[in-house]
């Protein structure tokens, strides 16, 4: 086990020993007008992250870190060399190396919260790809680490910074529709348990010891290519972080729920499985039209051919607000929920908002929809905020609120009990009735790959 005041890390067998009390305690100066900022984690949504970067002139990528050479290699082949950006393999080497402001974490959801947490220890702010973290336990040291060091935080909840967004949820919260009695949103799709397979040859140009790296606080498998690419459909690596997914789609689902209730900073009372688990196809996906105001239709395509594991799912809210996770892929606002009030409805989705009556959202203060990428002013806010030191839009806390709904919809499938109303308690984070449940909240960690205690 680790001690308190150091943490080891081995990279191609090499251990590197930090001192994390010493590290998180050194003052860094006030960034200068640009923010300099490392990638961690080269896959696709990093690709699109570093896209947006370029757009910002407030901050400048200058270093690039994947601990998959081949990946890392295309990186600097495609774009990062004629950029000026440094390639490394190790992200504490980079944060050693460079004169960094922040870094953003775009990783694997299993290995997100480790590097976070220690690069928060090394003196980064970061920017925190959803879901932010594997389990609420893991949440929970994140967000009181990033509050014991003072770092700014934001989560990719992205819908948090767009302007019509937070203009809808402000008519919830101000009561447009009146008492909100129930939130509609989707039954999202869970992930699945790895079923062993024989091992496969590492890929072409493997660094060494990058898969024990890699695989970080799950346990360590021969490689498989069905780990290495689709990790986010095995719950030893995600909550179900593909399309239509419980931590996929449904983080930035629920967070529209605890933005447009005023929910932020707390949590459900209450947790019900309404049918048992099954096989099921994400939607219906019969011809139809489809009307005006589904917001979700621009994603319906996207999850046609998506199956696995779904159950309808209630939760309750102090207050008396009810969540149903009840719509399908294909006749619901996919990253949005729908408000239903006594006076009407408001659904709100990613920049796209409707109404029953429409007289509910044509306010004349109502904003235009984005004319630039849709994470560049998440983006910006928490480029500001590095500056400000205030607290950014989806900060840390924020997320693992809204993070750990979807924990709740995959421990209450997991448990099983259809009809019982598991009782939580979201100041402890607790379920006071189901100690089984409650096993579910962490996972023991491979030797290593420890968070730091602070």
Known sequence: MLSRRQFITLVAGTPIIFSTPALAAKKKPKPSEVVRVGLIGLGGRCQEIAKTCLGIPQMQVVAVCD??????????????????????????????????????????THARGWIVC??????????????????VAEGRQMVRLARRWR??????????????NNWASDLVQDGAVGKVKTVWAPNFVCGSPWVEKPGEPMPEGSNEGWWDVWTNQAPLRPYHHDIH????????????????????????SYDQINRGLGTSETGPIEVVLEEAVSEQKAGQFEERVIG??????????????????RA???????????LALHLDADRSPGLGAIFEGEKGKIEINRDMISASPKELIEGVDRPAPLTVPETQPHIENWVECIKSRKRCNADVEYGLRSTTLCYLVNIARAVGKVGEPLQWNPRKER?????????????????GFELPEG
């Not at 379920?431 to 030797?447: H, I, K, Q, Y």
Request: glycine fraction near 12%; charged fraction near 25%; hydrophobic fraction near 35%.
């Open 67 to 108: 601990c998959f050479k081949p990946r890392l290699d295309a990186c600097m082949e495609k774009q990062g060399a004629s950029l000026g950006w440094k390639p490394y393999l190790d992200f504490r080497k980079m944060i050693e190396a460079e004169d960094l402001d922040g870094v953003m974490v775009e990783t694997t």
């Open 118 to 135: 220690h690069a928060m220890a090394m003196g980064m702010d970061v920017y925190i790809e959803k879901p932010m973290c594997l389990t």
């Open 151 to 164: 770092r700014v935080t934001q989560v990719g909840t992205q819908q948090r910074s767009i302007p019509l």
């Open 229 to 252: 690419r689709g990790w986010d459909r095995w719950l030893d690596y995600d909550g179900g972080g593909m399309s239509f997914g419980v931590t996929g789609w449904g983080t930035h």
């Open 292 to 309: 005006p105001e589904e917001t979700g239709a621009p994603y319906y395509g996207m999850v046609k051919t998506l199956v696995g594991p």
């Open 312 to 322: 309808k799912v209630r939760m309750k809210f102090k207050g008396g607000t009810e």
């Open 431 to 447: 379920f006071t009735n189901c100690d089984e449940g409650n096993a579910m909240l962490s996972r023991p960690r491979r030797e």
